[in-house]
């Protein structure tokens, strides 16, 4: 089974709003929390990470909001743009450095 | 700087051939993985190799084998290709500890007919 469920499968934002893709865990040994950004025919790169000893980390646009409680991790894009249309991938791996990504999420950024 | 390579970056077989996909690292990087991208599956880790002369299975190696020839390449086998194997193939490094940065390569895009 998928250790990291991600939500929704595809998103589409209006230029200028904001995005919203949810990711939760069951295994509470995770300690370290990215989200990658992958662009059509490209590997994925990292956008931004997290650890569980913070509830939020904001660079730039780009926001994790982390409920260690409800083992649930976010990434928020505020004002969203088209370059931001890629596919993200939340992800957690433990002291192993082994990593479990979710399923993606496609974002498509409207003009 | 190159980071991460692969090689081949398209490759067509047929059910029961075999072949390796090649993946080296210019970043004096630990560990190296394997991953496969699927469809709604994200991606999944096959083989992982925290440092040079050790590998672990991930959560699909059936199928598959690894070689961690050096510190800086490993590289992924397929005795016996099935039409389940058609997939995009990820190579990745990270420097082992605390950080845990991965780095991608481009991907090896693989159909099995």
């Known amino acids: 089974q998928q250790q990291v469920k991600q939500s929704p499968q595809s998103l589409i934002v209006q230029k200028g709003g904001i995005s919203i893709i949810n990711c939760a865990y069951e295994n509470t040994a995770f300690d370290y929390f990215p989200w990658y950004q992958q662009f059509p025919g490209k590997g994925p790169a990292l956008l931004i990470a997290i650890r569980p000893d913070v509830s939020e980390k904001k660079e730039g646009r780009f926001t994790i909001s982390f409920n260690k409680s409800a083992k649930q991790f976010s990434l928020h894009i505020m004002d969203s743009q088209p370059g931001d249309s890629a596919t993200y991938f939340c992800?957690?791996?433990?002291?192993?450095?082994?990593?479990?990504f979710g399923s993606g999420t496609k974002l498509n950024v409207k003009p | 700087n190159a980071g991460v390579t692969q090689t081949p970056k398209f490759q067509v077989l047929k059910t029961g051939q075999s072949m390796t996909l090649q993946c080296a690292q210019d970043?004096?990087?630990?560990?190296m993985y394997w991953y496969r991208q699927d469809p709604g599956m994200g991606l999944r880790l096959i083989y992982y190799s925290a440092s040079e002369g050790t590998t672990d299975k991930g959560e699909v190696p059936n199928g598959y084998n690894v070689s961690r020839l050096n510190k800086r390449e490993f590289s992924l086998r397929l005795e016996s290709a099935a039409p389940s194997q058609t997939s995009v193939y990820f190579c990745?490094?990270?420097?082992?500890?605390?950080?845990?940065?991965?780095?991608f390569g481009e991907g090896s895009r693989l159909t099995v007919l």
């Open positions: 970043m004096n990087h630990n560990s």
């Open positions: 992800a957690a791996s433990k002291m192993d450095n082994k990593f479990y």
């Open positions: 990745a490094s990270s420097e082992q500890g605390v950080a845990g940065e991965l780095f």
